[in-house]
């Protein structure tokens, strides 16, 4: 069973910078996708940036791309995210997902696809305010 722990959130000021963990543990095969989803208040869940273990591809959404960086640590089995020149709205629960590059799931499009994860974390605030 896939175990996720997200930390790392907390207050930023616009511009400023955070940065996120999410540590993985219990995969029992080689290939999957770590994923960060995040949900305003009232809002849907939507895909922010994916990482694939098989190649080390990632994917960000077009609101993210440029500030924010997935990377992982192999070593210690944990995947970040670097979010730089942050927005108020990057408000949000940021959620650090997981699921296997097996069967329907496709890189690049069920990356945005929270239905398409079978294992989620607990979620960490981000807030970004003045």
């Known amino acids: 069973q896939v175990q996720l722990a997200e930390s790392g959130g907390g207050l930023a000021q616009p511009g400023g910078s955070l940065r996120l963990s999410c540590a993985a543990s219990?995969?029992?095969?080689?290939?999957?996708?770590l994923a960060w989803f995040r949900q305003a208040p009232a809002q849907e869940r939507e895909g922010v940036s994916c990482?694939?273990?098989?190649?080390?591809?990632?994917y960000y959404a077009d609101s993210v791309k440029g500030r924010f960086t997935i990377s992982r640590d192999n070593a210690k089995n944990t995947v970040y995210l670097q979010m730089n020149s942050l927005k108020p709205e990057d408000t949000a629960v940021y959620y650090c997902?997981?699921?296997?590059?097996?069967?329907?799931?496709?890189?690049?499009?069920?990356?945005?696809?929270?239905?398409?994860?079978?294992?989620w974390g607990q979620g960490t605030q981000v807030t970004v305010s003045s």
């Open positions: 219990g995969f029992t095969l080689p290939y999957y996708a």
């Open positions: 990482f694939s273990s098989s190649d080390g591809s990632t």
């Open positions: 997902a997981a699921e296997y590059l097996i069967g329907t799931f496709r890189l690049g499009s069920s990356c945005y696809d929270p239905p398409s994860f079978g294992s």
